[in-house]
């Protein structure tokens, strides 16, 4: 009962969200609010920017790539954000944010690992749900070379939301009533993506 009221009240609020912002993507400030919500999501937000990227490319295909070039450079910016978080402020910042993640207790171990695979830790987080806001913050806490964050960041993150935009701007009318049919089901994916990316660091 309880699980099925949440997952009431979450359908419920990605549906109020969804239409909002289907409404606010024809407004002069959506691309403000997308920039915003990108920036922050690669620091410490835990909501990534699809939840807006999605319905503005929808409303408006023509700025389809426009809007994909924005959220990456924002994402990117906001990484650079979460690397100086780990970098100058571990103990104020950095550490309660990982612990908050689940993330403390292995990091030690995660740390030589980074150190070999950096680049490809950052590409394979930029590209999935998994929190990619850990992952700038862990590359500023080991000093990850500046060079390769940024490299893999663009990357993944320009891939992800340059082919979301891209099947969205092709098969945007079927995805929009796809979309709208299927919201309850799409939104407890939504939820579990989410869920499983917070899980995933605890297995690394």
């Known amino acids: 009962m309880i699980l099925t009221k ?16 289907l409404d606010l993507a024809s407004s002069k400030y959506a691309m403000l609010f997308l920039f915003i919500v990108a920036f922050v999501e690669s620091s410490f937000f835990p909501i990534p920017p699809d939840v807006m990227l999605i ?33 100058f402020g571990y103990e ?5 944010i990982l612990e908050f993640y689940g993330y ?9 690992y980074y150190h070999e695979w950096g680049a490809w830790i950052v590409f ?20 990850l070379d500046l060079v390769v964050f940024t490299v893999a960041s663009i990357l993944a993150r320009g891939g992800r939301f340059f ?3 891209w099947l969205l701007k092709k098969f945007g009318e079927p995805m929009k009533d796809y979309i709208e049919k299927n919201l309850g089901m799409l939104s407890v994916v939504f939820v579990l993506l989410l869920v499983g990316g917070f899980a995933a660091i ?3």
């Open 92 to 96: 104020l910042l950095a550490k309660p």
């Open 163 to 165: 082919l979301v935009a």
């Open 124 to 143: 394979a987080a930029g590209l999935t749900p998994f929190p990619y806001k850990v992952v700038t913050i862990a590359s500023g806490v080991v000093h």
């Open 55 to 87: 319905p503005m490319v929808l409303a408006t295909p023509q700025k389809a790539y426009r809007i994909a070039g924005l959220t990456t450079m924002a994402s990117v910016i906001g990484g650079y954000f979460g690397y100086c978080i780990g970098v």
């Open 202 to 204: 605890k297995f690394i």
């Open 6 to 21: 949440a997952c009431g009240k979450i359908h419920n609020l990605i549906h109020a969200t969804y239409d909002y912002m």
């Open 104 to 112: 403390m207790a292995q990091f030690d171990v995660f740390k030589g």
